[in-house]
């Protein structure tokens, strides 16, 4: 088993910065993939950033340039600096883990954009 706990969301002025961090715990070994997703209500939930145990990374082209995912192995956390926020990156945001071909989520954080 593995848990997500997700922290760093909150409201923020457009074009403001807020960095999301995911604190893994239990059986964090093999963990191949983590990423985060987004999702507003309605909707589904929506790939934001991945990065590999190889520290490969993927971007959804609408945080390209903005959002920079990274991972501290030692720490067994998961970080998002979101940078230059707009209204529309407003979701709540879950934390994913791929260990041995099982999913884990987090239980989401809410980030708000809004003057």
């Known amino acids: 088993q593995v848990q997500l706990v997700e922290s760093g969301g909150g409201l923020v002025q457009p074009g403001g910065s807020l960095r999301l961090s995911c604190a893994a715990s239990g059986s964090i070994a093999s963990i191949s993939v983590m990423g985060w997703y987004r999702q507003t209500p309605g909707k589904q939930r929506d790939l934001v950033a991945t990065?590999?145990?190889?520290?490969?990374?993927n971007y959804a082209d609408s945080v390209k340039g903005r959002f920079t995912i990274s991972r501290d192995n030692a720490k067994s956390t998961l970080y998002l600096q979101m940078n230059s926020l707009k209204p529309e990156d407003t979701a709540v945001y879950y934390c994913?883990?791929?260990?041995?071909?099982?999913?884990?989520w987090g239980q989401g954080t809410q980030v708000t954009v809004s003057s």
């Open positions: 990065i590999t145990s190889g520290a490969s990374t």
């Open positions: 994913k883990a791929i260990r041995l071909g099982r999913l884990y």
